[in-house]
């Protein structure tokens, strides 16, 4: 079983940076592809960023050229540092483990404006 434990949130101004960080238990973390996604209050949860086994990523529309999502396979962490950020990226951000299913608890981040 895998579980995942997401850190890094907080309150950052507009055009703030934040990384956040997903530690992974498990021993195929490695081979598998992972993903972040957000919810902010009121709306449907949606996608951010995924990376593939091989380090392939994808981005949503939104977030492209400002976050980018990595990953150290010897650590079993991934990470999703956030540059240039907007009032509009506050939300809860969850770690994704596709091939399980498994979510992480969530982190909280807020932009002030």
């Known amino acids: 079983q895998v579980r995942l434990v997401e850190s890094g949130g907080g309150l950052v101004e507009s055009g703030g940076s934040l990384r956040l960080s997903c530690a992974a238990s498990?021993?195929?973390?490695?081979?598998?592809?992972m993903g972040w996604y957000r919810q902010a209050p009121g709306k449907r949860r949606e996608f951010v960023a995924s990376i593939t086994s091989g380090g392939t990523t994808t981005y949503a529309d939104s977030v492209k050229g400002r976050f980018a999502i990595t990953r150290d396979n010897a650590k079993n962490t991934l990470y999703l540092q956030m540059n240039s950020l907007k009032p509009e990226d506050t939300a809860v951000y969850y770690c994704n483990d596709p091939f399980h299913g498994y979510w992480g608890q969530g982190t909280q981040v807020t932009v002030s404006s």
């Open positions: 498990g021993s195929i973390f490695s081979i598998i592809a």
